[in-house]
């Protein structure tokens, strides 16, 4: 008998879908703020963007690539047999309870807010016809085989019993270490670090914090595919590990100074990025010290960044670079067998972490090495940054002609 769908089931991950969307124009927000205002339209569009490309790009394709039946029994990227989401219907994939429709949309919303967490790296000097190109190509040769590798059936490292409840490696290490590998490869912004770049509106941040942290309930808890204890656990530990990593940044930043709003906003969704892979499979007490050990992961590996003098503008790798790889880690040792389906360092399953770390440094490795070498082309062929003047001038009217405040 084919599993049937579930009417709650498939409402909440409607619902999960569309908080999962709320968060790329959020992030657009939390970004835009820490910009200076003549690149605030700018900023909010490299995110606002993704919504239409990716999109269109995960219908015809992406999810193909994605979600395909695997080509060749070697785990690394998905058919063709979902183009243009054919086959891709109404009725329920094996094992699930929810159209199979409905999946692929959620899919893609993690699809589309990927690349446009990257764009932290290169605000104020992107060059917009550049940007859309590389997302393009990104999408396609890194995020669709690596979502492959660890969701799709007959990933590699799904095979190898690797835990990543909703995208630690998927979504923020990848997204994290190629803003490292873009950056390294746009070179910093004109007058860095001389010019003081101060953030134009920090209540902008604030509310894409919010937004954010709102959205997170979707990506998390709507990853359990089920309205179920799973998706419960989830949530639980979603809000756990953000309150206590705002916290601690916060704990932090009163030590260095004063407890700074902006930081604040940071430390939560910092701690939103650490609980991502392990949601489903840890206790709430474990997204506690998960989210508390999240805040001086990220805060010291953003102070570094300034130390050294490197311009990654938004700390994209020391947020979600480095918190993912915190999450990703953590996952191999607190993760329950009470909880879930995995078994962690601390309830006697070692292993499971070493199968994390593997995860984790092939990850890297492979998004540094191919963003990198695709930044290097694309700059070679289309160049990457604006004019110098165009910079000067900014972005929202040397690239959009618009301003956002007259």
Not at 186 to 209: D, F, S
Not at 276 to 299: N, Q, R, W
Request: hydrophobic residues 55%.
């Amino acid at each position: 008998m084919e599993n049937a769908i579930n009417a709650g089931d498939t409402a909440w991950i409607l619902v999960s879908s569309a908080l999962v969307l709320l968060m790329t124009p959020a992030l657009g927000f939390f970004y835009g703020g820490m910009v200076r205002k003549k690149n605030i339209l700018s900023t909010l569009n490299l995110s606002f963007i993704m919504v239409g490309l990716i999109s269109v790009q995960w219908v015809l394709f992406g999810y193909s690539l994605a979600f395909g039946d695997d080509v060749g029994g070697m785990g690394l990227i998905g058919g063709l047999n979902y183009l243009g989401f054919s086959g891709v219907t109404g009725a329920p994939l094996a094992g699930q309870t929810i159209p199979h429709l409905i999946f692929a949309a959620f899919q893609m919303m993690f699809a589309i807010i990927t690349p446009a967490l990257i764009t932290g790296a290169f605000v104020d000097r992107i060059k917009f016809s550049t940007f859309l190109v590389f997302s393009l190509i990104w999408a396609t040769i890194v995020y669709d085989p690596l979502c492959h590798w660890v969701w799709g059936g007959g990933g590699w490292i799904m095979a190898l019993g690797a835990l990543d409840f909703a995208g630690g490696t998927v979504v923020h290490i990848a997204a994290g270490f190629s803003a490292l590998a873009f950056a390294l490869a746009i070179g910093p912004r004109k007058g860095y670090p001389g010019v003081l770049m101060e953030p134009h509106n920090i209540p902008y941040t604030v509310l894409g914090a919010a937004l954010l942290w709102v959205g997170w309930f979707g990506f998390n808890a709507g990853s359990a595919l089920g309205a179920n204890g799973a998706a419960a656990n989830a949530f639980v530990t979603t809000n756990t590990a953000a309150a206590a990593a705002a916290l601690v940044w916060m704990l932090l930043a009163w030590k260095d100074g004063k407890p700074s709003v902006l930081g604040i906003a940071t430390g939560a969704v910092v701690g939103l990025v650490a609980i991502t892979p392990a949601a489903g499979f840890v206790t709430p007490g474990a997204a506690l010290i998960i989210g508390a050990v999240a805040a001086p992961v990220s805060y010291y590996a953003m102070r570094l960044r300034h130390k050294i003098g490197f311009d990654e503008s938004l700390d994209v790798w020391a947020c979600h670079g480095m918190a993912g790889t915190w999450g990703a880690l953590a996952t191999g040792l607190f993760a329950s067998p009470e909880i879930g389906a995995g078994t962690g360092l601390f309830y006697g399953n070692p292993a499971q972490l070493w199968i994390q770390f593997i995860s984790v440094v092939v990850t890297i490795g492979y998004v540094f090495v191919v963003t990198f070498v695709l930044c290097k082309i694309l700059g070679a062929v289309m160049g990457l940054r604006v004019s110098d003047k165009a910079e000067e001038v900014g972005l929202d009217l040397s690239e959009h002609g618009e301003r956002a405040y007259s």
